[in-house]
């Protein structure tokens, strides 16, 4: 279970990123009052597409994320021990997240889970569908809300294995 009552820090890699952005919901991230989000510049630069691109430079702008470097010598090395296994966001959020202590929100499997769960814990991995619960717990978003961007998501080939947040909440 994620914390609720203090804040915490999540490094957010491209996939949460884009994401938010195909829903419309990436502003959302600065009315998370239980979370402060990050990105890396690495994640920055995976997001290629011009409008995705426009909508994070209005949330960094608007202070709902804030960028952030791998900034020490034990980050540097854990970054590239990563890049072996991991695109360069993904290692660059998991290096981050592992020395600071901090939250990851990821949705990539596989690999990057594996090694998410062995460096941080189950329970500083945050996804997709995480977030939309936390949003409808929290009033933020009503479940007819996040249903439709399910819906939305599904259209960009992200498949979630419920029918419904009703069925999660």
């Known amino acids: ?34 979370f402060e989000f990050v990105v890396t510049d690495e994640v920055i630069a995976e997001v290629t597409d011009p409008d995705q691109q ?12 804030r960028r952030d470097s791998i900034s020490s010598p034990e980050e540097l090395t ?9 695109g360069t966001g993904e290692a660059a959020c998991l290096a981050v997240a592992e020395h600071r202590k901090w939250l990851v929100a990821c949705d990539e499997k596989r690999v990057f889970l594996r090694e998410a769960r062995k460096r941080l814990g189950a329970d500083r991995i945050l996804n997709t569908a995480g977030l939309y619960v936390h949003w409808i717990r929290a009033g933020i978003l ?4 996040a249903d439709a961007a399910k819906t939305i998501l599904e259209s960009h080939r992200f498949k979630l ?3 419904s947040f009703r069925d999660v909440i």
Do not use: K, W, Y
Not at 56 to 65: D, F, K, R, T
Not at 78 to 86: C, G, K, V
């Open 161 to 163: 294995a419920f029918n």
């Open 54 to 65: 426009r909508i994070l430079a209005e949330a960094l702008a608007a202070g709902g994320i």
């Open 78 to 86: 854990t970054f590239a021990e990563l890049m072996q296994i991991l």
């Open 1 to 34: 279970m994620l914390p609720q009552n203090t804040t915490s820090v999540v490094i957010t890699d491209a996939s949460i990123i884009i994401n938010l952005c195909h829903t419309g919901h990436l502003l959302l991230l600065g009315r998370t009052t239980t």
């Open 142 to 145: 009503g479940v007819a809300e």
